[in-house]
């Protein structure tokens, strides 16, 4: 997902005002909210590389942006499925 934002080719190309950036905030918004919604937080800032400040304004965003997330896909993309053996 990450190869999404930082790739050159997008899905609606960026030079269309306001909905060529929209799936750009919509794929970070996934990303965030996989971040703090499915992930430990205690991995999470074990790895985070700024300080506590920086990670409740991060998470801050990421609750704001969590509306662009539709519930059923985001259900559906990040869902476990435990290991069979």
Do not use: C, E
């Not at 997902?1 to 930082?6: H, K, P, T, V």
């Not at 609606?12 to 996934?30: A, E, H, K, R, T």
Request: proline share 7%; hydrophobic share 55%; glycine share 4%.
């Amino acid at each position: 997902m990450i190869g999404l934002l930082i790739s050159p080719f997008d899905l609606i190309p960026d030079w269309i005002p306001v909905i060529g950036l929209l799936d750009d905030l919509i794929i970070l918004s996934f990303i965030l909210d996989y971040f703090f919604s499915v992930l430990d937080s205690n991995i999470l800032l074990s790895h985070f590389p700024w300080n506590m400040k920086a990670f409740a304004r991060l998470r801050t965003i990421s609750r704001t942006l969590q509306f662009l997330v539709p519930k059923f896909l985001k259900n559906k993309i990040w869902q476990y499925v435990g290991d069979p053996y």
